[in-house]
């Protein structure tokens, strides 16, 4: 199983990206999509989960101008960034919580993408 990041950039603050990660690797079921990031200096931090079941969290940081969503059937996790600040400059990092007939459900990350946000 593999997951493939991509829609980092540069961007101005107060802009938007948008962020994709496809899962590939056979019959897959994704249990559990999230998206994570690290500034520089910092520690690894969550941004956005969801579940299959519907459950999902941001932090707070985020609340109201990001949003997770996802395409099972594509296997594709997003994130929407909007009104973004320099605070969100950081290498993105999607995670899934995969199962396959061969692993079982296993934690699988890309392999990150930037995002600059300056002027």
């Known amino acids: 199983v593999q997951l493939q990041a991509s829609g980092g950039g540069l961007v101005q603050p107060g802009g938007s990206l948008r962020l994709s990660c496809e899962a590939s690797g056979g019959f897959i079921v994704i249990n559990i999509m999230g998206w994570y990031r690290q500034a520089p200096g910092k520690q690894r931090e969550l941004v956005a989960r969801?579940?299959?079941?519907?459950?999902?969290n941001y932090s707070d940081s985020v609340k109201g101008r990001f949003t997770i969503s996802g395409d099972y059937d594509k296997k594709t996790m997003y994130l929407q960034m909007n009104k973004l600040t320099s605070e969100d400059t950081a290498v993105y990092y999607c995670?899934?919580?995969?199962?396959?007939?061969?692993?079982?459900?296993?934690?699988?990350w890309g392999q990150g993408t930037l995002v600059t946000v300056s002027s």
């Open positions: 969801y579940t299959r079941g519907g459950n999902m």
């Open positions: 995670m899934g919580n995969i199962w396959a007939a061969s692993t079982g459900s296993v934690d699988y």
